[in-house]
């Protein structure tokens, strides 16, 4: 079975810091990929970031990285000089073969942007 | 017109109502998506619907009536709803429902109450 884990239910973060946000995951599927979304309290989906499981390096977009440990099974979404912008829902997700594609949640980390 | 399109924003409907939500995508994406978003819970999938064919129903009761005319369009069509069906509904497609590598493109949602 697929599954995503978000231990962290609520984060703070001091303004122009970093924060990390964590993601487990458990899938049997060799070929997997995963993905971060941020949902301001508006409710949009907006997707951040990509990783695939056979990717060699960690991605990068802009502000947003994220720190995949595949034996440990984590991707972990660190975002730099968090902006006031940043508080909102995020979610880590997982597409595999397993799910039939389907994109897999996790009940996501809500994070506070402290001016 | 570009992205995930979705009518009504906001929808208040007594148990006995019918109602529809529209989704609309011009992405020339194949695979259309709707999933529950209840507070507190993660992400539940509904229906995923893969070049007009409904290919998945995860165990949805009967008062949730999908509808895919076309890859471009989906519908959910609701009646004789419960108040704990109260939640934000979110649209989704994708390239290909197989393809592990896209994320998911969302609309804003429809956030329903149920009185």
């Known amino acids: 079975a697929q599954k995503i884990t978000q231990t962290q239910p609520g984060m703070f973060v001091q303004e122009k810091e970093a924060v990390t946000l964590d993601c487990t995951y458990d899938t049997s599927d060799p070929s997997y990929g995963l993905f971060w979304y941020k949902q301001p309290s508006s409710g949009e989906m907006i997707f951040l970031i990509y990783q695939g499981s056979y990717d060699q390096q960690n991605a990068t977009e802009g502000r947003y990285s994220l720190n995949f440990q595949k034996a440990r099974k984590s991707a972990n979404l660190v975002i730099s000089a968090s902006q006031l912008g940043d508080s909102a829902m995020y979610f880590c997700?997982?597409?595999?073969?397993?799910?039939?594609?389907?994109?897999?949640f996790g009940k996501g980390t809500k994070l506070s942007v402290k001016p | 017109e570009t992205g995930v399109t979705q009518t009504p924003r906001h929808l208040v409907m007594g148990m006995t109502n019918k109602k529809s939500l529209k989704c609309e995508q011009h992405l020339g994406h194949n695979a259309m998506y709707w999933y529950k978003q209840s507070a507190k819970k993660p992400l539940e999938l509904m229906f995923v619907?893969?070049?007009?064919?409904?290919?998945e129903n995860n165990s949805v009761p009967s008062r949730f009536s999908p509808e895919c005319p076309n890859s471009s369009h989906l519908f959910l069509h609701l009646h004789t709803l419960q108040p704990e069906d109260s939640a934000l509904y979110l649209c989704a497609s994708s390239p290909r429902r197989e393809e592990q590598t896209s994320p998911l493109h969302f609309g804003n949602g429809t956030r329903l109450t149920v009185t």
């Open positions: 997700a997982m597409r595999a073969r397993g799910s039939q594609g389907n994109l897999i």
């Open positions: 619907y893969s070049l007009e064919e409904r290919v």
